[in-house]
């Protein structure tokens, strides 16, 4: 042992090894892995100043205490090395093998993530991509990366401020929720912490000083409490072992700031855990608790018969004591108490992989579900919204009618509950009860309830509107792939009608050339091959166009400016008179002589409305109504004044004009015949149609027809709202 080994900390992971009975041969590789790395780094300095070595062996010495394999000690050890000093893959490969290379590859990976919010989304996307994608090639990787995120968060003092609250933020919303799913209880509540006390300092040093003061307190209750309970319990359980604890800071932050409660209304503050041998002798230990203390109403969770997603299995009961003080008893054996304290990690501590207790493979088919799930995807929020939602602590459990219990994240609705039976019955459903009541279908699921899904012979699949609804990533993905499979047609109408929306409330006009050139561009970019498959993806629900909008207006712009330059620039020394102008459309112009004019899609304008022109670059005026969205509500104040020119109607105007009509109606057998009829019945050319349903059983019909003028478009309304099932009839656009 040399000098700088024991000031570096690595003299306390070796006996940390050495107390693991970790063969001598084992410590000798990892000695090997923590000279190659000392060299590796040296020179170089944390922002304490100290060497930068400090870290690794940091992080080693977390994931010996978690019980991890020599293989993954080593990794940490090395796991900066590619990434910041001069040493490659390929010799850490050929000095410590396949499977340690390949840990330091993963983790080199998940570090290069940063979370950011400028970055862009491709890129973002793909990154976190890789980071399950390397969870799911071996769970070490993300194992080691928590434990190099602990030791980061326990030294983030010497980070600046802002960098402080970035990498407390990413640890609350991404790297704590990812440890609670793996069911490292000990990471999760440590980083959770951590990341409070920089997000919000104020309330950590309250809550942090509330304990303290009452410590003593505190402690005396616990072991009074766990002396009654022991004394009792081991009359019958002899071999049952109590200890107890005090919740952690931010699960009081979370229960008192965030949810509005005082710290007197937390009755988990303080828990008592009993571990026995057997499930047996958990349910009779239950009943002994009951028998001694008075159980609170609507609080036992049996976790043993329901275990969490992350495998959590414990019986939970919330009791008052002869005080008056309310407590939780945990209740597990000691195989539940390993999963629950170290999680995945417990595979390796405890070796409970060999007699087929640990189910390894089947604890991570959870990380390739997900994937699979957002190969429907190609929004990166959308991912991350599965961290921050299925991943979230609160969960509650719900009945189906045979008795079968449906454990989902707080907030689920029925739509989710549905899905969590199997896709066809989500498919399927038209309706739901919830003890023995009718209810919505957004109805957020409650504890105990019994849930009744109503399905049809004759499906008609789920409604758009369910995306909205569904919390749950699976339920998403399970709608979205039903769209894909089974609506190409219409999926490519709904996009392109969301894509001109956004193109018209974002002020994106461009001629038809330009417009088609331009979406193939976009389209290509989003690594779809047409422009209809790129319609299809938004009109499913797997790319969100308001969310590349941003990117999209910039290349619109960046043409424009293109466009702008390619134009002759001609300044008149005085300024013409303004002349007054008819257009052969039958537009009334002033100012401009011989103009192209086109009418906007966006509002699509008739005879009786009132009008505005606006002088495009190249293109002639485009027509707009004075209430179109486009439009500026005070011209004066807008970006280019000049550009808008005043237009009114000639009594000449030509007689056809297209106009699209948003009918919303309630969805029964013979609605669109009815509609068709009544149109036909007064002369009107329909051109074409395409439906969307809502909620509530209802559906908007757009209708695109022929009109000669405004008060005929008025009259028309005013007919087709007596159709019986008719609730409302709006000009699309305006």
């Known amino acids: 042992m040399t000098e700088q080994q024991g000031e570096y900390g690595f003299e306390k992971l070796l006996e940390a090894l050495r107390e693991a009975s970790f063969p001598e041969a084992e410590i000798s590789r990892i000695t090997q892995a923590y000279v190659f790395a000392r060299n590796a780094h040296e020179g170089q300095k944390r922002r304490s100043g100290e060497p930068y070595i400090i870290h690794p062996v940091a992080v080693a010495q977390i994931l010996a205490g978690m019980g991890m394999d020599g293989d993954s000690i080593c990794a940490a050890l090395l796991h900066d090395v590619v990434e910041d000093t001069p040493v490659t893959d390929q010799q850490v490969r050929a000095s410590f093998g396949d499977s340690v290379a390949q840990l330091v590859d993963g983790v080199t990976k998940i570090g290069q993530i940063p979370f950011s919010p400028n970055q862009l989304e491709e890129q973002q996307n793909e990154n976190i991509r890789k980071m399950f994608l390397a969870m799911s090639r071996d ?26 609250r970035f990498k407390a933020k990413e640890t609350l919303e991404i790297y704590a929720p990812i440890a609670h799913r793996l069911g490292i209880r000990a990471f999760k509540e440590e980083l959770e912490d951590l990341a409070i006390r920089y997000l919000d300092p104020v309330a950590y040093e309250e809550i942090s000083k509330t304990l303290e003061s009452q410590v003593e307190s505190r402690q005396a209750f616990l072991e009074s409490i766990q002396k009654e309970i022991g004394e009792r319990v081991r009359q019958d359980v002899p071999n049952a072992h109590l200890s107890g604890r005090i919740k952690s800071v931010h699960g009081i932050y979370r229960k008192t700031y965030m949810l509005g409660r005082t710290i007197d209304e937390i009755y988990d503050i303080y828990a ?3 571990i026995v041998d057997s499930v047996f002798e958990c349910y009779y230990c239950l009943g002994i608790i009951h028998d001694m203390f008075n159980p609170l109403p609507g609080r036992f969770k049996d976790y043993i018969s329901t275990p969490k997603p992350n495998m959590y299995q414990s019986l939970h009961t919330t009791v008052i004591g002869k005080a008056g003080i309310p407590f939780e008893v945990q209740i597990r054996t000691w195989e539940m108490h390993y ?3 170290y999680g995945i990690a417990a595979h390796w501590k405890y070796k409970l992989g060999i007699d087929g207790k640990d189910k390894f493979e089947e604890r991570l088919a959870w990380i390739r579900q997900l994937l699979e799930n957002q190969k429907e995807s190609d929004d990166v929020e959308e991912i991350v919204n599965v961290i921050k939602s299925d991943f979230t602590p609160d969960e509650v459990f719900a009945f189906t009618p045979k008795g079968d219990v449906i454990s989902l994240p707080m907030g689920s609705s029925i739509v989710d509950f549905a899905y969590a039976i199997h896709s066809a019955v989500g498919s399927k459903m038209i309706g739901a009860k919830v003890d023995g009541r009718i209810t919505t279908l957004d109805h957020k699921i409650n504890n105990g309830e019994i849930i009744e899904i109503l399905t049809t012979t004759n499906p008609r699949g789920p409604s758009r509107d369910w995306l909205k609804i569904a919390k749950t990533s699976s ?13 190409r047609e219409e999926n490519i109408i709904e996009g392109r009608a969301e894509v001109e929306r956004e193109f018209r ?19 290509e970019k989003q690594r779809f091959s047409t422009v ?16 590349i909008m941003p990117r999209i207006k910039e290349d619109y712009n960046k043409l424009q400016r293109e466009t702008e330059e390619l134009l002759p620039v001609e300044t008149p020394a005085v300024q013409p008179p303004k002349k007054v102008v008819k257009s052969p459309e039958g537009i009334v112009i002033e100012g401009i002589d011989n103009c192209l004019v086109k009418f906007s899609r966006c509002c699509d304008p008739l005879p009786g409305d009132e009008i505005i022109g606006f002088i495009t670059r190249g293109h002639g ?42 009918v919303t109606c309630i969805n029964r057998v013979g609605m669109l015949a009815d509609l068709s009829t009544a149109l036909a019945n007064m002369h009107v050319m329909i051109h074409s149609l395409f439906t969307k ?28 709202k007596k159709v019986k099932g008719v609730i409302d009839v709006e000009r699309s656009g305006l």
Request: charged share 30%; hydrophobic share 40%; proline share 2%.
């Open 693 to 720: 349903e809502s909620k509530d059983s209802r559906v908007v019909i757009y209708l695109t027809i022929t009109v000669n003028s405004a008060e005929h478009l008025r009259n028309l309304s005013e007919k087709l």
């Open 475 to 487: 339920a998403r993905s399970k709608i979205k792939s039903w769209f894909k499979k089974e609506k």
């Open 272 to 274: 008592v855990r009993i």
């Open 621 to 662: 005026v485009s027509i707009h109504t004075r209430q179109c969205s486009n439009v500026p509500k005070n011209i004066a104040l807008c970006a280019e004044p000049e550009r808008w020119v005043k237009a009114t109607w000639d009594a000449k105007a030509k007689s056809d004009y297209r106009v699209t009509l948003g």
């Open 339 to 341: 999963t629950a304290e």
């Open 505 to 523: 409330r974002n002020g994106v006009i461009l001629t038809e050339k330009q417009m088609a050139e331009f979406l193939q561009k976009i389209a």
């Open 139 to 164: 769970i070490r990787v993300i194992i080691i990366k928590l434990a190099d995120r602990v030791h980061n968060m326990r030294t983030l003092s010497y980070m600046p401020e802002e960098k402080r």
């Open 532 to 547: 209809d498959d790129l319609f299809a993806s938004i009109g499913y629900g797997g790319l969100s166009i308001n969310k």
